[in-house]
């Protein structure tokens, strides 16, 4: 083989391997992303079918119910327009309350359950996730328009 053959050989296999690589790490951080939706998108069924997601907004005053197992909660997510059921078993975060923010992350079961896998509480009272205060702010923007119309 020429060196020039060899050289040209050396680029092509570089540029494949490179872009191996790059197919690679492109399809572990597609299979890792995970999207955020209010109760209304998924009510409006936007949310995608058996993929993980997020789901944020308020927990609705007195839907929270325990399980007699003890680690097994029932509760409702409410953007102020729309409530999306919510199971959860394991522990949830010490700021977790009615009335306040949450995010949970898991799927959308086709009962219409939300089953988390993850419960994220908000840090104090002036933080929520940006995701969870827009679609909140939407919500009351959408309502405000229906009760003008």
Known sequence: MKPRHRKLTIIIMS????????????????SNLVFFFSPSQVAANEAPKGKSFRIGGLVEEGSVKRESDGVTVNFVVTDTAKVIPVVYTGILPD?????????AQGKLSSDGIFRADEVL???????????????LEQAKKSQKTVMTD
């Not at 540029?15 to 951080?29: E, I, K, Q, S």
């Not at 509480?121 to 679609?135: G, I, L, R, S, V």
């Open 95 to 103: 700021l977790f309350k009615e009335g306040k923010g949450v995010v």
């Open 121 to 135: 509480a908000k840090h104090d009272e002036n933080y929520m996730p940006p995701e969870a205060a827009d679609a």
């Open 15 to 30: 540029v494949a391997a490179l872009g191996l690589a790059a197919t690679l790490v492109l399809d572990a951080f597609q």
